[in-house]
């Protein structure tokens, strides 16, 4: 959202207000830095929904948006609500999941899709997962993926020392099934020449280390918490591994393949729609995924024509498919920002 906005910014043709549900924290900080005006509604439970509906509803009115684009279940709910009394202003929804729970959000998301001109989501998957959940009918999905600046992430060397470094990046979240790692990096044997970095934090991590200690393999898990910038967890690993079953798109494989970081994912959601098994990435079969991830650290460190490959197809596939120049049209196609236009995102 924060790199969508900056980017759609083009005064005076284009005006982007952002609004938050939350609290202002960093990417509000980041927004007001790059000149785009940030309103934080500050909600802190659900009783607060409706305010937040009456103040998005002002801040419309007051600034003269035209233009809606909301990101999320919570805020296409208040979005969605706050429409009912806004004629003529047009509605875009976002959703970016595949994960089925809890359930209450997708019979939100199914009222809400109704007040929605277009419901954005960046990989066919969540279309296909999403349709049958809320009720959305095909034709109202759009896929446009993720994108990256391709400019931003200097290229990392990989296997070039004695160990190992197989990483992860993301919310230590059971539906990310960061345990599944583990598992390989034990199945993988190699013992003191492998090492498992995981960079984020989350209701997980503490059982995570248990476990870690638990097998045995407490010296060769490093828990690094959260990170500014993927840039600095992807410069400490030679592989990243990408356990979940339930990833909407995953857009940690796109920066780790625009920074020469061979993928190996689990073969399920959005990340199909990025990866090419042998060809830009490594893909698990759902039968014993942790297997593939296990064997993943020596073809990678033995067989150089493998590795090479999967990096520099890496790389192409950024370039040709999922950079800022590539998706950004498609956003103003879809928004159809032909003529001057005041854009809010919530």
């Keep these: 959202m924060r790199e969508?906005?900056?980017?759609?910014?083009?005064?005076?043709?284009?005006?982007?207000?952002?609004?938050?549900?939350?609290?202002?924290?960093?990417?509000?900080?980041?927004?007001?830095?790059?000149?785009?005006?940030?309103?934080?509604?500050?909600?802190?439970?659900?009783?607060?929904?409706?305010?937040?509906?009456?103040?998005?509803?002002?801040?419309?009115?007051?600034?003269?948006?035209?233009?809606g684009v909301s990101f999320l279940v919570h805020a296409n709910v208040v979005a969605a609500a706050a429409s009912k009394t806004l004629p003529g202003v047009r509605f875009f929804q976002s959703i970016q999941t595949v994960q089925p729970f809890p359930q209450w959000h997708w019979?939100?998301?199914?009222?809400?899709?109704?007040?929605?001109?277009?419901?954005?989501?960046?990989?066919?998957?969540?279309?296909?997962?999403a349709g049958p959940r809320s009720g959305i009918a095909a034709e109202k999905f759009v896929v446009i993926p993720n994108a990256v600046e391709p400019g931003?992430?200097?290229?990392?060397?990989?296997?070039?020392?004695?160990?190992?470094?197989?990483?992860?990046?993301?919310r230590l979240d059971p539906a990310k099934s960061p345990e599944l790692l583990l598992t390989a990096l034990r199945a993988a044997g190699m013992e003191e020449r492998t090492e498992l970095h995981y960079f984020g934090d989350g209701p997980e991590r503490g059982r995570l280390e248990a476990e870690a200690g638990r097998k045995g393999l407490g010296e060769r898990v490093r828990f690094h918490g959260v990170i500014a910038r993927?840039?600095?967890?992807?410069?400490?690993?030679?592989?990243?591994?990408?356990?979940?079953?339930?990833?909407?798109?995953?857009?940690?494989?796109?920066?780790?393949?625009?920074?020469?970081?061979?993928?190996?994912?689990?073969?399920?959601?959005?990340?199909?729609?990025?990866?090419?098994?042998?060809?830009?990435?490594?893909l698990a079969e759902e039968r014993s995924p942790h297997h593939v991830f296990a064997s993943s650290l020596w073809r990678l460190r033995d067989e150089a024509g493998l590795r090479e490959r999967l990096i520099e197809n890496g790389v192409r596939t950024v370039l040709e498919r999922f950079t800022w120049e590539a998706v950004l049209p498609r956003y103003r196609e879809v928004l159809g920002w032909g003529e001057p236009a005041r854009a809010g995102c919530p």
């Design 4 to 67: 969508l906005a900056t980017r759609l910014s083009a005064p005076p043709d284009v005006e982007v207000e952002v609004a938050c549900l939350k609290g202002w924290g960093p990417v509000a900080d980041q927004l007001r830095a790059a000149g785009i005006a940030v309103t934080a509604f500050d909600v802190q439970r659900a009783t607060q929904l409706r305010s937040a509906v009456r103040r998005l509803r002002e801040l419309v009115r007051e600034r003269g948006i035209d233009t």
């Design 107 to 129: 019979i939100a998301q199914r009222w809400a899709a109704r007040r929605a001109e277009r419901v954005v989501v960046p990989s066919n998957a969540i279309a296909a997962f």
């Design 152 to 170: 931003a992430f200097p290229r990392v060397e990989v296997f070039r020392g004695p160990v190992i470094r197989a990483g992860y990046l993301g």
């Design 230 to 282: 993927p840039q600095e967890a992807l410069a400490q690993m030679d592989v990243l591994w990408q356990p979940s079953a339930v990833e909407g798109f995953g857009l940690v494989v796109i920066e780790a393949m625009a920074s020469g970081v061979p993928v190996v994912s689990r073969g399920v959601g959005g990340v199909l729609d990025v990866i090419r098994d042998g060809e830009n990435g490594l």
